[in-house]
C-alpha cells in the first residue's frame, strides 16, 4: 500500500467566491445583502481592527494548521461566521467548505461573534 497523494484544494466557500454570487444567492447564505456586509465589515472596524483580531490557539496546534488560517482574508471570516449564523452550518460542514479543521472554524466564529456582541 503506497502514500496517497493528497491534493490541497482552496477554500469552496470564500468571500471571494461570495461576492461574485448574484444578490439574493449572497442574501440566502449570509443574511445581508453585499453592500449591507461591506458595512458591517467597516462598522466592526475594518481592516484596521479586523487583521489584527487575535484568535485563540491551542499550543498544540500544528504549524501546517497555522499557514492555513493566514490564507483566509479577515472578510473570508466574517462571510464564514455569517453563513454558520444564517444557515446553521455545523463546524465540520464549513470547516469542509472553507478547508480549514473544525476547531479553526470554531475559533474564527466564537472570535467574530463576540466582536459583533
Not at 497555522?66 to 482574508?73: A, D, F, I, P, V
Not at 455569517?82 to 463546524?91: A, D, E, K
Given at each position: 500500500m503506497g502514500e496517497e497523494n493528497v491534493v490541497e484544494t482552496g477554500p469552496f466557500l470564500s468571500y471571494s467566491k461570495g461576492k461574485w454570487m448574484c444578490e439574493d444567492d449572497f442574501r440566502f447564505v449570509t443574511g445581508l445583502s453585499q453592500e449591507d456586509f461591506e458595512v458591517l465589515y467597516e462598522f466592526l472596524g475594518g481592516d484596521e481592527v479586523c487583521e489584527h483580531l487575535k484568535y485563540e490557539n491551542d499550543s498544540k496546534t500544528p504549524a501546517k494548521e497555522?499557514?492555513?488560517?493566514?490564507?483566509?482574508?479577515?472578510?473570508?471570516?466574517?462571510?464564514?461566521?455569517?453563513?454558520?449564523?444564517?444557515?446553521?452550518?455545523?463546524?465540520r460542514d464549513l470547516g469542509f467548505l472553507v478547508n480549514l479543521s473544525e476547531g479553526a472554524v470554531s475559533r474564527f466564529c466564537y472570535t467574530w461573534i463576540r466582536l459583533m456582541r
Open positions: 497555522m499557514s492555513k488560517l493566514s490564507r483566509h482574508t479577515p472578510r473570508d471570516r466574517l462571510f464564514m461566521t455569517l453563513v454558520r449564523i444564517r444557515r446553521g452550518v455545523p463546524l
